[in-house]
Every structure is written in structure tokens, then in C-alpha cells.
């Protein structure tokens, strides 16, 4: 049995940064977030074999049952081949691991199909990404089954989707439906039953309780406010200079409405909320179902008129109080500034958190100085471009609320205090 545990010491970033840059390569949708939380697990609780830094690394990196397959490939062919995910996980029928010859050899296969070839002999284990190595006859086929995983997407990243062709775009759009939007917690009214002094009485179960006693509160209940989600109301700008931008966002907006359960509208000459068509779980056909509703597609943009309509037909009513607001816009409005920047006051009053995403940002010499954009800004926590792949993981992090998403280093963005 060969040994299965870790060979200390080891650094975890490194790890961490080198599994997650090989799962990438390979296809998953892993982001350096997930390397930093893998890092920091590692740190905490240090692996003391290998099956444990497997699970730890599944845990992370591992959030659909269509990922595993790879998952477990790129891990064994990664550590050397000493690790069967199969037998960590009991799974019986998955296929042998990448680079798992030494074990095929001692223990032949019962289920080879008649005329496969035999295993082949034993190659030096493949290096672990992103450590240098002067050993060029360490490729071999494992290293050669990483390449051929690698996905052809990964160039897609850092394009701007205005200069992807359809084909491209496809595949783009696929990765984007993979992107999570979650958004702060708040605590919401109802409560659960605490043991914490610290936390406020439960006059209810205190009194109830007290009845057994003959009227004298003995035991003091306690309870604590259950912590829920913010709401996530979407905006996108649908009008003609937003075209090279929207089917991209739309796809985004599809994913937030059937996963996150969340509110959105496009608007162009005038406002409509598509929550209902875009919640359906196909994305060809809740896009299409979108497409047919919104009949001002590709038009002007009206964006305080539209603001103002979400306010007064949705917003005031409670679809805005207490949630994370993103406007998908390049700010190129027809209204008059000032009336955006009304509107986007009253917006700013009702609305935990604004977000602003403007693909125009992506250019270097970008100020929004003027117009719709220049009266909006002051109004926002946040203003990221998305404009590419990369960019949308910007978005993502902005709605969270993470403070390096906020950061603006070409542009002075005026915090309005509450």
C-alpha cells in the first residue's frame, strides 16, 4: 500500500493557488476566491493525509455533481496519482485516475473491454502547477491528459463581449450562466430560540414557560433574529448602444431569476420587468420568452423615466427597501441630468446597496463627466465595467458587497452619507 500521506512541510498559498490555477485550465469554474478559501482551510485545519487534502479540496473547488469527473481527474494527475477518488468517495464505477498506473499494474482491471490496450509503464508523476521545473521528461501522458481537459474558453476571459463573434459568444455565455450572485445578509423579523443571555428575551416562551411554575419565571428564554439574504433587484439597459453588451447580461439576469430568486427589469424607452419570463429554467427559451415582451428593445434610452417607473409601480412598494440594486447602463440617457439625479436620490433612499455596471469604464481614457452618468455616480457604492468574463466576477463581487470590489482607481465617486 503505498503511503498516502502529506510530505510536510508544505506551503498551503502555493497549493491552494496551483490546484486551483489546473482546475481552471481544465475547465471548472474556479476563481481565486475558491484558492483563498482553500488556502485559509488548509491553514486552519492542516491536512494529515492525502484522502483528507482531497475532501478539503472537493469541498472548495466541487459545487455540481457534473464537475466531480473532472474534479477527481485533474486532482490525481496533479498529486502524482497517488490518490484514487474512487475509493475516497466509494464510488466503484468511476473511472480510474489520471496517472493511477502504478496501481493498475498490481491490481489488474476486471472491466477492460477486450482488446484495450494494456496499462502503460510507469512515468514520473507530473509536476505541480505553477512550481518551476527543469525536468522535461516528466510530460508524459498525465501531463498530456491535463492539456487535453484544458478548456478552449479560458482565452475568453478578458475579451470584451463587443469583440467576441457569435460562435465565441456562445461558449461565453455558458460560462456566465455558472456565475453565483449573492447578496449581504440582514436579519429578518423572525426570531429562533437562543441559549445566549446576550441576546433579547423571549417574553412569549418566558411566560409560557412560567405557567409550569406556578406563575414565576424560573427559566428565561432568549431568542435571536434569523439572518436572510437582502433581495436583488437587476436592471438592465436594453436600448441600441447597449446591444453588444445585453445578451451577455440578460444571460446573467437569467441565471439571478431562476437561482437567486431575483427581480428583473430592462428598459430602454420605458420599463418592463421580465422576473417571471426569466425565471424559466431553459435560457434559449426564457431569452426568447424575454425578447417577445420587452417591445422597446434596441431603442433610446429613457433612464430617469424608467427609474422613476420602477419607484412608484414596484420600488416604494417594498421590491427596493433593504436590497442590492445593479443598473446595467452606459448612462447614455435622453433625460435631462437632473432629473436622474432625482430619481436616483429617491433610489439611494430606498436601496441598501446601488451598484453601476458601464462596459464604456473599460476604456483607458473613460470619465463619466457628463450626462445621465456624471449625475448618477454619486448615488452609488459601486461602478465596475463588466464588459468581459473577468469583469462580470467584479459584478459578482460588488454585489456581495466585498470591499476591494469597490475600489475605483480612475474614477472619484462622491459617498453620500445615509
Known sequence: MADRGLH????????????????????????????????????????????????ACRVVFVSRQQHLALFDAVFSAVFDGRLDPAENRGDPTAPPAIGSETRTKSTPPTNRPAGAPEPQPDRPPAPLPGTDSADSENDGPERDAILALASGDEHLHEIAFANLDPDELARLRRLVARIVLATPSRLSRRTHPSRHSRDRLDVARTVRAAQRTGGDPITLHYARRRPKPRRLVLLCDVSGSMEPYTRVFLTLLQGAASGAQAEAFVFSTRLTRLTRQLAIRDPDQALAQASTTATDWAGGTRLAASIRRFIDDFGRRGLARGAVIVLFSDGWAQDDPADVDAQMARLRRLAHRIVWVNPRKAAADYEPLVGGMAAALPYCDAFVSGHSYAALLEVAAAIRGDPAASARPSVTIQQRTP
Not at 497549493?15 to 486551483?20: E, F, I, V, W
Not at 486552519?44 to 483528507?52: G, N, Q
Open 8 to 55: 510536510p512541510p508544505i506551503e498551503t498559498a502555493a497549493l491552494a493557488a496551483g490546484l486551483g490555477t489546473a482546475l481552471h485550465r481544465a475547465g471548472l469554474p474556479v476563481s481565486p476566491d475558491h484558492a483563498a478559501r482553500l488556502a485559509e482551510a488548509l491553514r486552519l485545519v492542516p491536512p494529515t493525509e492525502r484522502a483528507a487534502l482531497y475532501w
